[in-house]
T-cell receptor, first 116, second 115 residues
Framework: AQSVTQLGSHVSVSEGALVLLRCNYS??????LFWYVQYPNQGLQLLLK??????LVKGINGFEAEFKKSETSFHLTKPSAHMSDAAEYFC??????????????FGSGTRLSIRP | GAVVSQHPSWVICKSGTSVKIECRSL??????MFWYRQFPKQSLMLMAT?????????EQGVEKDKFLINHASLTLSTLTVTSAHPEDSSFYIC???????????FGEGSRLTVL
């Protein structure tokens, strides 16, 4: 079974400050890990994903995440927040490498607010 | 990247009527599509896995007769909310995967309001 825990339902940072959104996962098989962003009344957009290889993954809009197996974590960071980063962020885990019919399990989401 | 399109984006209907939402993969074939429901300020809840040419697999607690899913082709899955009631009002999102790419592509979502 797989699960995802996002710590903090709401994170608020100042514009230009570091963004850190926390995600811990549980998986009985090597996982695929994802971060998605959702703007109001829209679907989800993939920010980045970890499948295999390099544990530091760079995504769109300046975001990156590091897969730490020992800590079962996949935290999302961005060095300098921009007002346009305000959105809902979802961490997700799957075992898609084993079956295209596998489910993606989403965390509860973290709402990121940016203060001017 | 691959594109998944949902239609309609917004729909308002009267209680007791049925509503159909379409999910199309525009530039790839999807043997598997997923349907999610999202309540305000909450995460996505997987409703069912839609498999082309076979019956959908529903998650526990999801009424099969309420939420009819048809995956008639490799590029189209439909979700029909039958005899809709106000409690069915929600944001419905579909996703699809081209296969073993390790990535799901999401539709824009469909907001259903039942009066």
């Amino acid at each position: 079974a797989q699960s995802v825990t996002q710590l903090g339902s709401h994170v608020s940072v100042s514009e230009g400050a570091l963004v850190l959104l926390r995600c811990n996962y549980s998986s009985s098989v090597p996982p695929y890990l994802f971060w998605y962003v959702q703007y109001p009344n829209q679907g989800l957009q993939l920010l980045l994903k970890y499948t295999t290889g390099a544990t530091l993954v760079k995504g769109i809009n300046g975001f990156e995440a590091e897969f730490k197996k020992s800590e079962t974590s996949f935290h999302l960071t961005k060095p300098s927040a921009h007002m346009s980063d305000a959105a809902e962020y979802f961490c997700a885990v799957s075992d898609l490498r084993y079956s295209s019919a596998s489910k993606i399990i989403f965390g509860s989401g973290t709402r990121l607010s940016i203060r001017p | 990247g691959a594109v998944v399109s949902q239609h309609p984006s917004w729909v308002i209907c009267k209680s007791g009527t049925s509503v159909k939402i379409e999910c199309r993969s525009l530039d790839f074939q999807a043997t598997t599509m997923f349907w999610y429901r999202q309540f305000p300020k909450q995460s996505l809840m997987l409703m069912a896995t839609s498999n082309e040419g076979s019956k959908a697999t529903y998650e526990q607690g999801v009424e099969k007769d309420k939420f009819l899913i048809n995956h008639a082709s490799l590029t189209l899955s439909t979700l029909t909310v039958t005899s809709a009631h106000p409690e069915d009002s929600s944001f419905y999102i579909c996703s699809a995967t081209p296969g073993h790419t390790g990535e799901l592509f999401f539709g824009e979502g469909s907001r259903l309001t039942v009066l």
